[in-house]
């Protein structure tokens, strides 16, 4: 069975049992502060199983993308050196919100794996939750335990720890015990010597966990006590390439043919074979596996970036390269040529990476070339150290610089020094490491406290579409402390006027006003797991009353303007540039918007200025919003609506349409173009290769910008006593301007010339030596030449020359090598000495030297003094 057959039967078997497909939610997270990363199927339905929110169906199957390479669930170590853990991997499921518990879901898995894939039941383990004597005090899961026993003999059942099988998330939300399948896939003769059983959950390549059945139960609240969920789920989560390697009769997942394509490519590009040698063995699959997460994240709109989880994407790719260059030998770039091969081969079950092959390779090209610099550059540095080092030692600090500051990967480093004879203090690296993670935890830590509930939410309880004002009640709020922000609650109404941040859009501000009068600033906001959330500095007395909520207009009509904008200015992209440009991510606020899409190349004047005239051509047209609601996500893109990869939509959608653009969007919009007033770009710039970031304004933004360029060109006209063209004006005066430079720098150059001839005729010989000391005209640097200069043409030379520039008073001293030696004279010792005179002090060389001082009224007593260090 080829992959996408197995795919496809998984769904199919359980539309079969009357659940909906579901597409997969992007990879990277947007609005959930825990979590940067889909890293389990059940991500995307959190809401449901705490109860946020009710689903349209109760059952439902999907294959979901997902990235364990951060947080609770982080693989990145395993991969490559194991054949069976990925950084990205789909995680097939079947999902019953509140509907079937544990014995359909039982039941339906073995009927799946055993009747429909056709796997030996004897090839089987499944496993249960033992229960825990810790805080939580769990008791065995018997109701699990019976339903097995039912369908397998008991020496197939293993009792699990907590470890194994508890399902938890993250520290809090939703969890509960678990079964697990494993699979034993050894050859007979192996299993004579070991029996399965006791291989479950030892590591062992070929006994692997291939599905988990997690029976959702519990929230592990903020002080970690656990609580009843008010209503029982099914969460279940299979392996996908793993379940390909099992039905495909391979040993590593990466035989299969989710991998083969990539594998063979990498071979034919570095000369390698896979098999041959262990550590290109294991280059080649860690190649193969991150160009995976690499190119899903690019294509969910997560570029590689220097924080967050950009950062998170750079490693990975870093990590990939780093393989490569050290095992495979590959000094140039080459993991983008992997792109076309994965595009083709994952492009029909996701089409995001086919639409978008072009852009994913020119990002993952030009990271290849910069970390590879970094590479080269990094060597240099190491071996300077190695040089440095006396015993052969190389502390943890300069590792750590060498990796922080420079992006040298350690385990690089680790092995350059070991092939070099070299010791690194890998536990003082350890604890540098620690130390900045601690000082980055410091930084962003965020704790909550429970929620306190008072009234539901209602059902849509975002009114802020039609309503910027509305009665409402406070239906939950809880404490929360970032270091950032420090303390704050978190507060959910049962219904609101105020938009939460997204899709690019700011969250609105304003304020919530009680039936008694108190007023509570509403200072942000957004959207957490699919419930609004508003933050405010503290609760009002009375958090049961009734409150009025009130968005601050002014600054949600400005935002309205920026946003109609945007769609404007991506229509007008699309036009004038080509159907190639995507957005790749915008910000409206309410003082300017921010727009980036793909394209290859900057922008030139003339299609800025298309690209301006375009928007506000629409905008004079007087164009009215054409707002639709609730339709579905297919009648939408059907009719044309353009959606956006790496959003989250759900089964009914809104879309915007302003004359010929349509696009899915939740935000805040004018109710007619004309609302705009004007458009204006402010500045157009590179984000990432093929990526360009336009910044604009509109309306009173413009209309300042407008007015406070007015006035400066009105100083302009003023100063210039009212020029015709005041530009013509400018550059004449900049033309006459460099006329007269050229002239003063030539009859300076007479002036020191004729200087110099003169202060010739006034040098004076005493016993041998030839002195002049006097006061002359001329700056520091011009002293120095003339000193030179001097030097060149007369031997036997101590000049002293005194100046005074801007109230401040100079001694400059020269003196011939020559007398330097033969006289032990030293111009350092003559400045020290005179600058006495003018309340300074200075030195230099025994030739030149010079002082400065306070004193201007002291030179001619200074100058006087010179003869007395020749005498
Ligand atoms: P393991 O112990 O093998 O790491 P797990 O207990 O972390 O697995 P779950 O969190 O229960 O796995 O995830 C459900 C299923 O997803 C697993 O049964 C497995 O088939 C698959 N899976 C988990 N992690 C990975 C990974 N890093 N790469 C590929 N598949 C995975
Ligand atoms: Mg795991």
Redesign the pocket.
């Known amino acids: 069975m080829k992959s996408q057959e197995i795919r496809k039967e998984f769904l199919e078997f359980f539309k079969s049992k009357s659940h909906s497909i579901v597409p997969s939610a992007p990879m990277v997270i947007k609005d959930d502060p825990t979590l940067m990363f889909t ?3 059940m991500n995307q339905f959190k809401e449901f199983f705490l109860g946020n929110s009710t689903p349209k169906d109760t059952r439902v199957t999907d294959t979901q993308k ?1 990235l ?1 390479v951060s947080g609770k ?1 982080n ?1 990145l170590e ?2 490559g050196h194991d054949t ?8 097939l499921g079947n999902w019953s919100f509140g509907d079937y518990f544990k014995k359909e879901a039982i039941q339906w898995a073995w009927e799946l794996l055993t009747e429909v894939f056709k796997i030996d039941p004897d090839k089987l383990y499944v496993s249960v939750f033992e229960g825990s004597d810790d805080a939580d005090n769990l008791g065995l899961d018997t109701e699990a335990l019976e339903l097995w026993k039912e369908i397998v003999p008991e020496n197939r059942i293993i009792y699990g720890n907590k470890k ?1 099988n508890f ?1 938890e998330m993250g520290d809090q939300g939703p969890c509960g015990p ?1 079964s ?2 494993h699979i034993d896939i050894r050859s007979d003769e192996e299993k004579a010597k070991v029996p399965g059983r006791e291989l479950v ?1 030892m ?1 062992h390549p070929q006994v ?5 059945l ?1 029976f959702m139960q519990y929230n592990r609240k903020a002080n970690g006590d656990l609580e009843e969920l008010p209503a029982k789920h099914i969460d ?8 390909c390697m099992v039905l495909q009769d391979k040993k590593s ?1 990466y035989d299969t043919d989710v991998f083969t394509p990539l594998i063979s490519e990498i071979e034919k590009i570095t000369g390698n074979k896979y098999g041959e040698a262990e550590d290109a063995n294991i280059a080649m699959r860690v190649i193969a596996d991150h160009v995976r997460a690499v190119a899903f994240s690019i294509a969910d709109g997560q570029l590689p970036s220097n924080t967050g989880a950009g950062y998170v994407i750079r490693r990975i790719l870093r990590r990939a390269i780093r393989y490569g260059f050290t095992f495979l030998n590959s000094k140039e770039p080459f993991i983008y040529h992997l792109v076309p091969v994965l595009s083709k081969q994952m492009g029909s079950a996701f089409p995001e990476l086919r639409s978008q092959s072009g852009l994913i390779e020119n990002v993952i090209r030009e990271e290849e070339a910069s970390f590879l610099r970094t590479l080269d550059q990094g060597l240099v540095l190491l071996e300077n150290l190695m040089k440095e080092s006396a015993d052969k030692k190389i502390s943890g600090e300069k590792a750590f610089e060498l990796y922080d500051t420079y992006g040298f990967p350690i385990d690089l480093t680790a092995l350059i020094l070991r092939e070099n004879g070299y010791e690194l203090d890998e536990k003082g690296f350890g604890e540098e490491l620690k130390k900045q993670k601690d000082r980055s935890r410091k930084a962003t830590q965020v704790s909550a406290g429970d929620w306190n509930e008072l009234t539901n939410v209602e059902e849509d309880s975002f009114i802020g579409y039609d309503n910027l004002e509305a009665n409402v009640k406070i239906a939950r709020y809880r404490e929360v402390e970032s270091k950032k922000k420090g303390k704050m609650y978190q507060v959910v109404l049962d219904k609101t006027p105020f938009y939460p941040e997204g899709g690019g859009q700011v969250g609105d501000t304003g304020i919530l006003m009680s039936s008694e009068g108190e007023v509570i600033d509403v200072l942000d906001t957004k959207k957490e797991n699919n419930q609004i959330v508003h933050f405010v500095k503290k609760m009002p007395e009375r958090a049961e009353g009734t409150f009025e909520a009130i968005v601050d207009r002014t600054s949600r009509s400005k935002t309205a303007s920026n946003h109609t904008a945007t769609h404007l200015l991506h229509q007008a992209l699309r036009k004038i540039l080509g159907t190639h440009v995507e957005q790749k991510g915008s910000m409206v606020q309410s003082d300017y918007l921010r727009f980036d899409f793909s394209h290859f190349s900057k922008l030139s004047q003339d299609e800025l200025e298309q690209v301006e005239d375009f928007v506000n051509a629409r905008i004079r047209e007087q164009i009215e919003l054409d707002e639709k609601r609730n339709l579905s996500y297919k009648e939408a893109v059907d009719q044309g609506a353009i959606a956006l990869f790496g959003e989250k939509y759900g089964d009914s959608v809104r879309a915007i349409r302003f004359g010929e653009s349509m696009e899915l969007c939740g935000g805040t919009h004018v109710g007619n173009t004309a609302d705009i007033w004007y458009f204006k770009i402010t500045g157009e710039s590179a984000v990432a290769s093929g990526i360009r970031r336009i910044e604009a304004i509109t309306g009173e933004a413009a209309m300042n910008f407008f007015e406070e360029q007015s006035e400066v060109l009105g100083k302009i006209r003023d100063i210039l006593k009212n020029p015709k063209d005041p530009a013509k004006a400018i550059s004449s005066l900049q033309e006459e301007n460099a006329n007269l430079k050229k002239q003063v720098e030539s009859l300076l150059k007479d002036k020191a010339k004729n200087l110099k001839s003169d202060l010739k005729q006034e040098i004076r010989e005493i016993n041998g030596v030839n002195l002049l000391a006097k006061k002359v005209d001329l700056d520091a640097g011009g002293i120095k030449d003339l000193c030179f200069q001097l030097g060149d043409e007369l031997e036997n030379l101590v000049l002293v020359f005194g100046t005074e520039q801007n109230g401040k008073a100079l001694l400059s001293c020269y003196i011939s090598r020559n007398l330097v030696k033969e006289k032990d004279l030293n111009a350092g010792n003559i400045v020290r000495e005179l600058g006495k005179h003018i309340q300074g002090g200075g030195g230099g060389q025994p030739f030149f030297a010079t002082a400065g001082g306070k004193n201007p009224a002291g030179l001619d007593k200074a100058l006087s003094e010179v003869t007395q260090f020749i005498k």
Do not use: K, P, Q, S
């Open positions: 890293n389990a199927g997902c364990r669930h693989d395993e991969v069976y853990h990925h950084t990205m991997f789909e995680m194994d399902w678990c697990e399948i959950n590591d692997v966990e291939i599905w988990n997690v279940t989560g299979m392996g996908f390439e793993r379940l997942n």
